[in-house]
């Protein structure tokens, strides 16, 4: 990770031409404001499998969780590690979650949009799209997934969250909307509290810690290895083996279960669009560690 002027200029300029490609639409979308770039000739190459892409000569000693990992090659979701749906969350309006959207196909996890035929959707949703939730929590550990985003205006998600009566917090590995192309080269990383319990600070109102990069290539492009390093410290955040940004572990002490799921958000200016019912998101794998 680097400070280049250039390419920040570049960003600035990416910045401007967006802002005025969505005046007078009805978007509340927040202003550009990259806080670095990535230096993508830092991208590790992968020698193996069994270790996390950022640390391919195992240094932290790290164990593959099999039972819990998933490399998607089975005919459909193995329903014994997710749910093939959110249990919890119908989804965001005017997206709705659908089971019908999610599929295993050569060997790869896709989620798509309205493919729920006719059937009637609830109040206030006109779309649908996928997702599937982890039946294991975790607490601390490597997660990893190789995923291709949706080149449509949906917001494809890679995070990580539990809800629960004292706590709530999310981590949020991937979830990127370049699917716009005034997001193309964003690389966004949040954060989320919305409640803790009383003697661990006991927050009642959400806040977050949002920062945003620029990617140099278009991310909805090729296909991308997203990582994440939790640990009782600190949270760290990978793209292709690169380490992008480090946050200092304040509040994030919960079990949280891993999300795979494509939604509608009017902050990235993902609405849905008739004209773009074509996107996919593929995920090649998800895997996790422990630290051994």
Known sequence: MINNNKKLLLACLVSLSSIVDI???DLTIPPKNYVDSVNIENAIIRSNNTFPLSDQSNSKQWVLLKKYSDEF???????????PNNPKWKGRPPTYFHG??????????????????????????THTTGFIKSKQQFL??????EAKLMDAPWVSGFWMTNVSKDWWTEIDICEN???????RHDLNSNIHVFRTPKNKGNIKKHFSRTKKYYFPEELQADYHVWGLEWTPEFIRFYIDGILF?????????????????????????????????????????FRAWKRK
């Not at 090659?73 to 749910?83: C, D, L």
């Not at 909307?177 to 997001?183: D, K, R, T, V």
């Not at 773009?276 to 998101?281: A, D, Q, S, V």
């Open 140 to 145: 601390y550990g490597y997660f990893e997934a």
């Open 177 to 183: 909307a370049p699917g716009l192309h005034y997001n």
């Open 73 to 83: 090659n089975e005919e459909k979701v193995n329903e014994k590690r997710w749910y």
């Open 23 to 25: 005046l007078g639409q």
């Open 100 to 125: 019908s959207n999610v599929s295993l196909e050569n060997g790869e996890l896709v989620i798509r949009v309205n493919k729920h035929g006719n059937e009637k959707l609830p109040a206030n949703f």
């Open 245 to 285: 940004r480090e946050a200092k572990n304040t509040h994030w002490h919960q079990p949280l279960e891993v999300n795979f799921n494509c939604e509608s958000n009017k902050w990235f200016g993902a609405l849905p669009d008739d004209n773009r019912l074509n996107g996919e998101y593929h995920v090649k794998y």
